[in-house]
């Protein structure tokens, strides 16, 4: 299990989240009501770029902008009681500098209330973590497969594969908690290589497509209930909304087509 990295950071949630002993409950959420509905049974809740894909039908995360995440960021801070509400970074807004990370972070920080934020990579962006958790504001790293990295489908290909990816994913762990990141999530990694890094972690790991030695666990939370047809193999679809959506609708359909609706229960 995880130890929590302390950079001096006072966050009373994120302590607790770091000290805990048992599994990690994660889900992301975009919309206010979605949010209340998981934060009862979440211990994090993530703003992630993957919205862009999901509400946005998007190809790939790489598109979206830091006005459309916050706005994103403050419809889920309104349904959140007790989770941890963590934002993604998105695309273009901390890859140059840390100073610019730093000013975009803030402005994340400060609109939409969140906790945390979140960035992928590793040793590429070490400094920018180490002078954001410098400046208040606690980083969940993100290492394996990095979706803002991604353009096309044939690149969402699993890590670790070889020795150099071990290599490569391995030194981004270390350098993700060596700056001060209180939680590293690992995508997309082979079993292998996700039980190694869980045994050199010192901060709390939170695997999606990885292994499940790890201290929590993440999904796009419409994945999970079924919304989509297609889905990655580390999903597991806990119901089928698809089809009870396209029911619904289907009976709407009929009612109106055969003057059943609306009724008088439905008319002032």
């Known amino acids: 299990m995880g130890r929590y990295n302390r950079m001096g950071i006072k966050n009373l949630k994120i302590d607790q989240f770091c000290k805990s002993k048992r599994k990690l409950v994660c889900l992301t ?9 998981i934060d009862e049974y979440c211990d994090l809740v993530l703003v992630g770029d993957s919205l862009s894909m999901v509400l946005y039908g998007d190809k790939n995360t790489t598109r ?16 959140i009681k007790k989770s941890i509400l963590v934002v993604d970074m998105p695309k273009n807004t901390y890859e140059k500098s840390p100073d610019i990370a730093l000013k975009n ?17 590793g040793v590429a962006i070490a400094k920018t973590i180490k002078k954001l958790v410098k400046n208040n504001i606690p980083v969940m790293g993100h290492i394996g497969l990095l979706p803002q990295q991604v353009t096309k489908s044939s690149e969402y290909r699993i890590k670790g594969k070889t020795k150099n990816e071990e290599n490569i994913v391995t030194k981004d762990l270390l350098a993700v908690q060596k700056n001060g990141a209180f939680s590293v999530v690992i995508e997309g990694v082979t079993e292998r290589l996700a039980i190694k890094l869980c045994k050199i972690a010192k901060i709390k790991t ?10 929590g666990q993440v999904l796009v939370t419409e994945d999970m209930l079924g919304i989509f047809d297609k889905t990655a193999k580390f999903v597991k679809k806990y119901n089928n909304l698809r089809k009870i959506i396209s029911n619904s609708v289907k009976k709407y359909n009929s009612d109106i087509v055969n003057n059943k609706f609306p009724t008088k229960k439905n008319i002032y």
């Open 29 to 37: 959420a975009y919309t206010t009501y979605m949010a209340e509905i």
């Open 206 to 215: 939170i695997g999606i497509g990885a292994t499940k030695k790890c201290d």
């Open 64 to 79: 979206l902008s830091l006005s459309t995440m916050i706005r994103h960021g403050k419809a889920v801070r309104k349904g």
């Open 105 to 121: 972070a803030r402005k994340i920080m400060k609109e939409t209330k969140c906790d945390a934020i979140k960035m992928e990579g």
